[in-house]
């Protein structure tokens, strides 16, 4: 069940280069059967891994020393059929809704220190 819904921006700098940018991901946070809290995140729209897990390769010089900060955080509060809140019957569906309109632009940017090589010799 997802708990909490949130836009997180983070700034990050390459400690090589000294290049600074900063990006917005959508969080979710997630309760589990066992009641254990999982994150999610997303860059554009596609599944990412935290922006604070060390894995964030430099655009620029494509250095692997990446420091981050989280500067901003809104929270997007879930919907709730138990609160008095404005709403409206939804009559089309997922793919009639996709259609109706142009995706906003959005381009994946964030690149990800690829998995270490495994030595063929062992």
Partial sequence: MIIESA???YRFQCRS????????????????????????????GTPVPSPGGGDI??????HQ??????IGR??????????????QPVTSTREERRESAPELPGKVRVTRVPPAAEDPEG
């Fill in 17 to 44: 280069c000294n290049h600074t940018w900063a990006n917005d991901y959508t969080v979710q946070y997630v309760a589990d059967s066992e009641g254990a809290i999982w994150s999610f995140y997303r860059f554009d």
């Fill in 7 to 9: 836009i997180e921006r």
């Fill in 74 to 87: 809104r929270e997007m509060p879930l919907a709730s059929l138990d609160r008095d809140e404005p709403r």
């Fill in 57 to 62: 390769i430099c655009p620029q010089c494509h």
């Fill in 65 to 70: 020393h990446v420091s981050w900060d989280l």
